[in-house]
């Protein structure tokens, strides 16, 4: 069956430094890669996606690109503000219409 | 648009117990997930409604259950509750694609169950 794995947390960063998480997957065939963040006591929004190799997703600054000789998926931002800080979540999906989630990445942004 | 609605936000049960968990998908969303979020094992997959009928289900006990009704409105019931039944419950919804996830799921923001 699929399988996530995201880099462990908690990750601490300084106000506008560069982020990287790095998340692989394993799966049969081709999933959409997904990253979803979750605020304290919110459910998990979506970040950001992409559905085949190469294809770059982006949204506030965010970026990831599915890298299919790799098999990852990982999640950069150049810049990173205090209102970043957040769990952040790497999935996948596949023909079984569930996502699979890695661990999640507490993310903590000091001013 | 109103987003994904989940009633209650907090339910403190008893073991042995049951409960039932209620989840308003956002207008014109036909399919409804619901995942299992507890620190030990992170997010799981619980099942997936789409038109009232069951679409897919993850590895859990028959005590988990759920229903769609024919506005989309999901429930899932808990019988028997054990303490490892603790958790955030978050339902999901999507337009459906039967290809897969293409059509990204929106989350509600849980309801979180304590079982003492």
């Known amino acids: 069956g699929n399988s996530v794995t995201q880099m462990e947390g908690p990750v601490t960063l300084s106000e506008e430094a560069f982020l990287t998480i790095n998340c692989t997957y394993t799966?049969?065939?081709?999933?959409?890669l997904f990253w979803y963040v979750q605020y304290p006591g919110e459910g998990l929004q979506l970040l950001l996606k992409?559905?085949?190799?190469?294809d770059k997703g982006s949204n506030k600054g965010f970026e990831a690109t599915y890298r299919k000789e790799t098999t990852s998926f990982h999640l950069e931002k150049g810049s990173v503000q205090v209102s970043d800080s957040a769990v952040y979540f790497c999935?996948?999906?596949?023909?079984?219409?569930?996502?699979?989630f890695g661990s999640g990445t507490q993310l903590t942004v000091l001013p | 648009k109103a987003g994904v609605t989940q009633t209650p936000r907090y339910l403190i049960k008893t073991r042995g117990q049951q409960v039932t968990l209620s989840c308003s998908p956002i207008?014109?969303?036909?399919?409804v997930s619901w995942y299992q979020q507890t620190p030990g094992q992170g997010l799981q997959f619980l099942f997936e409604?789409?038109?009232?009928?069951?679409?897919n289900k993850g590895n859990f006990p028959g005590r988990f259950s759920g229903r769609q009704f024919s506005n989309s409105r999901s429930e899932m019931n808990v019988s028997t509750l054990e303490l490892g039944d603790s958790a955030l419950y978050l339902c999901?919804?999507?337009?459906?694609?039967?290809?897969?996830?293409?059509?990204?799921?929106?989350f509600g923001n849980g309801t979180r169950l304590t079982v003492t």
């Open positions: 992409a559905t085949k190799a190469d």
């Open positions: 799966a049969t065939g081709y999933p959409s």
């Open positions: 999935a996948s999906s596949g023909s079984a219409r569930q996502l699979t």
């Open positions: 207008s014109g969303h036909r399919s």
């Open positions: 409604y789409f038109s009232e009928t069951q679409r």
């Open positions: 999901a919804s999507s337009l459906y694609d039967p290809t897969g996830y293409n059509s990204p799921l929106h």
